[in-house]
């Protein structure tokens, strides 16, 4: 089977741009999970998608946003990028998103803003 | 609140030796669900070990385990023959009665050979 597929692997951007990252799950598995990794910071969950349905949400600004597709590939969106959105992007699937359940997690997408 | 604390951000081992890191959480849950991952230098996230709150015995996957605490809200984990290749980033995370991921801020481990 297939990891987590997760696209690009690099990006530059300027601040007030905005960029997408793609994530493709695991073939079967329905639930997909954001997270920004940053240094000291450990990783802090963005949000969850389980069935094109947004199913949790982190503590972040209205920015970020994302979104899920009937294929369970997932796209994430930040807009008006500032410098501190520069981090380690990371896309994780789980069958059913269930709390038991660990998560399998994508190379990351590593954006960088100057 | 519902947290994840890891107070150890980096540890060193010989090879062959045994290290021990720390994690720390909280929560008003009773059934809850803890992990450890591991993280490498190449980036992608791996399940090491997961415990069931519920159960009393500690788990083990080879030579990984966990002392669970419950009543201290502890969760540390143990990794026996140290070797090269468990250099990493490690994670403790819980979903704390909720299906959200919290996770700790890591602990770099460095096996010196």
């Known amino acids: 089977k297939a990891g987590v597929t997760q696209t690009p692997r690099y990006l530059i951007k300027t601040r007030g741009q905005q960029v997408t990252l793609s994530c493709s799950p695991i073939s079967g598995h329905r639930s997909v999970s954001w997270y920004q990794q940053t240094p000291g910071q450990g990783l802090q969950f963005l949000f969850e998608y389980f069935s094109e349905t947004q199913r949790n949400k982190g503590n972040f600004p209205g920015r970020f946003s994302g979104r899920q597709f009937s294929n369970s590939r997932s796209e994430m969106n930040v807009s008006t990028l500032e410098l501190g959105d520069s981090a380690l992007y990371l896309c994780?699937?789980?069958?059913?998103?269930?709390?038991?359940?660990?998560?399998?997690f994508g190379d990351g997408t590593r954006l960088s803003i100057l | 609140a519902q947290t994840v604390t890891q107070s150890q951000p980096e540890m060193s081992v010989q090879e062959a030796e045994t290290v021990t890191l720390s994690c720390t959480y909280d929560?008003?849950?009773?059934?809850?669900?803890l992990f450890w991952y591991k993280q490498p230098p190449s980036r992608q996230m791996i399940l090491v070990i997961r415990?069931?709150?519920?159960?009393?015995q500690n788990a083990t996957e080879n030579r990984f385990s966990v002392n669970f605490q419950k009543a201290a809200k502890s969760f540390s984990l143990k990794i026996s023959d140290s070797q090269l290749g468990d250099a990493a980033m490690y994670f403790c995370a819980g979903t704390l009665g909720t299906y959200k991921y919290i996770f700790g801020t890591g602990t770099r481990l460095k096996v010196l050979a």
């Open positions: 929560t008003s849950e009773s059934d809850y669900y």
């Open positions: 994780a699937s789980s069958s059913a998103g269930g709390p038991d359940q660990p998560q399998h």
């Open positions: 415990q069931e709150a519920y159960k009393q």
